[in-house]
């Protein structure tokens, strides 16, 4: 089965742009989680979509991100406008309902300049 | 504050040597332990430990999780330079999303020929 899949691997945009990140799940998985890995930091969680409702978006860190995820298919992280520090490793990963263990894609790379 | 801590940080071996990784973790309402092998991009799925006491293997490596001592071990025996990796822990919860883990920063092992 394929996996995970987020696109693109890597973006470099400026301060105060806009970029959109996405994940495609593992086909048939209801669970949806991003997180993000700040250099020199652990990987914290971000928000977790149960098909297209929030479950838990208690790690999103300010208003200057949206996670949407229509249709309950793939996701999308907007972050506008993009400020230094959201400079990092996002990383998307899915699991089937109940299950325990979860299936990470490659991440998206971003670099804010 | 959750938290999870690994040790060492880093490490490098040569080829058939044992390598034991270390987890401890501080987690309120603490639900399962999780390790991941970082290679390139996509952390991948090891083990997930609920119960104390019970050792998962496969293959070269093992784990157990100690909840009374709130520790777990990665254990790798035999070390091949395919094993050279970052090795994550995370914990999960109990009463929230079953995805908002709690990631260590890491154990980049190297493993040389």
């Known amino acids: 089965e394929a996996g995970v899949t987020q696109f693109p691997s890597h973006s470099v945009i400026e301060k105060g742009q806009t970029v959109t990140l996405r994940c495609d799940p593992i086909?048939?998985?209801?669970?949806l989680y991003w997180y993000r890995r700040v250099m020199g930091k652990e990987i914290k969680f971000l928000l977790h979509?149960?098909?297209?409702?929030?479950?838990?978006e208690s790690g999103m860190p300010n208003n200057r991100f949206l996670a949407e995820r229509t249709g309950g298919t793939y996701s999308t992280l907007k972050v506008q406008p993009a400020e230094l520090e959201d400079s990092g490793v996002y990383f998307c990963?899915?699991?089937?309902?109940?299950?325990?263990?979860?299936?990470f894609g490659s991440g998206t790379r971003l670099t804010v300049v | 504050e959750d938290k999870v801590v690994q040790s060492p940080l880093s490490l490098v071996v040569h080829e058939g040597d044992t390598v034991t990784l270390n987890c401890s973790y501080e987690?309120?309402?603490?639900?399962?332990l999780l390790w991941y092998k970082q290679e390139k991009k996509a952390p991948t799925f090891l083990f997930m430990l609920?119960?104390?006491?019970i050792e998962k293997k496969s293959g070269r490596l093992s784990s157990i999780l100690d909840k009374k001592e709130l520790f777990s071990i990665l254990n790798i025996t035999a070390t091949q330079t395919g094993d050279s990796a970052v090795y994550l822990c995370?914990?999960?919860?109990?009463?929230?999303?079953?995805?908002?883990?709690?990631f260590g920063k890491g154990t980049k092992l190297s493993v040389k020929p």
């Open positions: 990963a899915s699991s089937q309902q109940g299950a325990g263990g979860y299936t």
């Open positions: 086909s048939g998985h209801d669970n």
């Open positions: 979509f149960v098909k297209e409702s929030k479950q838990d």
């Open positions: 987690v309120t309402n603490f639900r399962s």
């Open positions: 609920t119960s104390s006491g």
């Open positions: 995370a914990a999960s919860r109990y009463g929230g999303s079953q995805g908002n883990l709690i």
